[in-house]
Each structure stands twice: as structure tokens, then as C-alpha cells.
């Protein structure tokens, strides 16, 4: 009996926690944006949150999280982990179990690249200065000897200790995926901090992540970079009405050199040890996570539209291909999100 007389009063108090979490959902948020420099490039977030100090604070968290994984994954910073690893060629080393799961998913999905892409990279991108900027064009016989240690079927990665054993002189080199990453890392903290947000929108250079939804309840606009115009340049716009997507950008537009009249872009084929020879001027992959759609984004550029298709189709991912003459090619299930706003570009 007392039981019974207890239940109006517990239906009460949850009707009010409704109540009250109703008129939280209800309340205008306010978009607080924030920019970083990180990972060798600007990194910029608008989150939506119901009051400017907890977008602050969270954007802040955000940061100091992607901080923590660049020290983690960065080739070139010395206090890294992946660059203390590099430095042990030749020996097993246990490596911290996140980053050993980064490189063994990288000598994955790079698997399907036909050779021309690796997570031992290092040797031959260092080679060209890729990873400082500070650009070369080797010789053919230091190109020679570099390809030789950009094989992953070099690389001993034992899942069941974390150890990982690279061949003398070898490199990883996670640039390709990192920015992706980072995009995971963002939105996987939006839904852990304590700062209650209902999006966020995040770019880390040519990887953008959305997460939650707008203030205003509109689906998503991600602009797509025109790869012949200036950096805030864009030719096309994405409409995503998902509540979580990954989108990445790579082309031949974003970091090249010009030595003796001929111009190099920074996607090498290491086939070849040469930048890729390719009509495609950029790829934007839409994907499921961070990490796969940064992958995605420059095996597609590598391999081509037409090998790219059944491994796009594989991972569930959608790609936009643009090309030199300025025509674009969108796979069936990105081509009705997409708007093209710059009419000297065509859709095929």
C-alpha cells in the first residue's frame, strides 16, 4: 500500500525533469566560435552551446585535445611519440596502444592503394621536405633509395604486445590521416564534455567534421574549396543533414613548389617517387569517420575516380572529383547534396 502511494509523487517529479529538460532544448543556443594554429595548420570551431562562456570552454577542450593528439602523431615535433619511434629503426618498441592503432589502420586502408601510398612514407616525403615546407626535388638515385623504405610489408606490428619494429631508416608518417583524426577527436569530446552543446561544426586544414545540429535546425553547409582560387574560395557547397559526418579535401592546390619552370604538389606516388600524375585537381570524400574520409580523400586522389569507386563503396563513403578542365564528378550518393555555386565549373 505505502508503495502505491508513493507512485503519484514519483510521476510528478519525473513529469517536471521533463518539464524542465524540454524547456533546455527549447532555449536558444548561440554559436561561439574559436580558432588555433595545430598540427601545421588553422584550426577553426563554432560550437552551439546555450551561453558564450560554455562555447568557450568547450572549444578550449577541444583544442587541448587535438594538442594532446599532435603530440602523439606528429613526425616532426621531437617530444612526439611517433617521432621517438621513428628514431628506434631496427628494433621492437612498444608503442602507446592508441597510436599503434592508428598506424595498423593506416597500413590498411592503404593496402588498397596499389602500392602508390604507405604509412612508411617518412623517407621519401622528408626526402622532397614535405613535412617542413621546406622544399627539394631529389635526385633520381635518392629517390631510388627513399621508395625502397616506404614499403608497410617492412613494417612488424604485433596487435597482441603494441610493438612495432621498422626497418633501418624507415619512417611513419601519419599526415594523411592526421587532420581526420582530429576531426573524430572533436565531435567524440563534444558528447563527453561537461559543457552541454547541440552542434558543432570543426575544421582542422582540409578535413571538416559536423556534429549535433545548427541552432537554427537548417541542415549543414560545407563549402568545397575552389582548387584555382584563393584559400577562402569555394565553387561548391555541400548540404548535409546528418547529425554526425567527416569531410575531407585533398588536392594538388595545397602545398606545391615551382623549381625550374615545372610546378610539384605535395601527394606523392610512391611508385614512382614522384607527385602523383593525375587530371583530378582535388577529391572531397564524405565518410563515416575522421580518420577514413582523410584517407579516403588521397587513396581517391592517387588511384583515380574509376579504381576509387568499389573502395569508396566498400568504406560507404561518397567522393566529389574535380578536374583540371574544371568538370566534377559526384558519386550517386553525394550528388543531390551537392550545389554548385561557381558556374565555370560543370557537373558531368
Known amino acids: 500500500m505505502k508503495t502505491r502511494q508513493y507512485i503519484p509523487v514519483i510521476c510528478i517529479f519525473l513529469s517536471l525533469i521533463l518539464l524542465l529538460c524540454s524547456c533546455k532544448n527549447e532555449e536558444k543556443t548561440v554559436p561561439v566560435s574559436s580558432d588555433t594554429v595545430a598540427m601545421g595548420s588553422v584550426i577553426s570551431i563554432t560550437s552551439y552551446t546555450f551561453d558564450e562562456t560554455s562555447g568557450k570552454q568547450l572549444n578550449g577542450e577541444v583544442f587541448s585535445k587535438i594538442q594532446e593528439l599532435d603530440s602523439l602523431i606528429s613526425k616532426n615535433n621531437e617530444n612526439a611519440a611517433l617521432y621517438k619511434l621513428n628514431l628506434c629503426s631496427g628494433a621492437a618498441v612498444k608503442a602507446d596502444g592508441e597510436l599503434f592503432d592508428y598506424i595498423y589502420d593506416t597500413v590498411k586502408i592503404f593496402s588498397e592503394s596499389q602500392g602508390k601510398l604507405s604509412a612508411s612514407s617518412g ?3 622528408e626526402l622532397w621536405g614535405i613535412d617542413t615546407d621546406n622544399y627539394r626535388v631529389p635526385s633520381d638515385e635518392e629517390i631510388r633509395n627513399a621508395i625502397a623504405l616506404c614499403n608497410d610489408t617492412s613494417l612488424e606490428l604485433n596487435p597482441e ?17 592526421g587532420k581526420g583524426i582530429a576531426c573524430d577527436k572533436a565531435t ?5 564534455s561537461s559543457q552541454a552543446s547541440q552542434g558543432m561544426v570543426i575544421s582542422v586544414g582540409g578535413s571538416i567534421a559536423v556534429s549535433g545540429v545548427r541552432d537554427d535546425g537548417k541542415p549543414w553547409k560545407i563549402g568545397v574549396r575552389n582548387p584555382f582560387g584563393n584559400q577562402n574560395d569555394y565553387f561548391a557547397k555541400l548540404v548535409i543533414s546528418d547529425s554526425l559526418a567527416f569531410i575531407s579535401t585533398s588536392g594538388s592546390y595545397e602545398k606545391q613548389f615551382e623549381k625550374d619552370g615545372k610546378k610539384y604538389h605535395h601527394i606523392l606516388d610512391l611508385t614512382t617517387g614522384y607527385p602523383v600524375d593525375t587530371d583530378l585537381v582535388s577529391v572531397t ?3 563515416d569517420s575522421g580518420f577514413l574520409s582523410d584517407a579516403l580523400s588521397t587513396l581517391c ?9 568499389p573502395i569508396l563503396e566498400k568504406y560507404n563513403a561518397e567522393a566529389v572529383f ?15 547534396s551537392l550545389e554548385i555555386v561557381d558556374g565555370e565549373f560543370k557537373l558531368k
Not at 188 to 192: D, K, T
Request: aromatic content about 8%; glycine content about 8%.
Open 161 to 177: 604486445n603494441y610493438t612495432v619494429k621498422l626497418a633501418e631508416g624507415q619512417k611513419i608518417n601519419l599526415g594523411a590521416v
Open 188 to 192: 567524440q569530446w563534444r558528447m563527453l
Open 123 to 125: 623517407a621519401l616525403t
Open 285 to 287: 570524400v564524405k565518410a
Open 322 to 336: 574535380v578536374y583540371a578542365e574544371k568538370t566534377v564528378s559526384a558519386t550517386d550518393g553525394i550528388s543531390d
Open 301 to 309: 586522389f592517387v588511384l583515380g575516380e574509376e579504381e576509387s569507386l
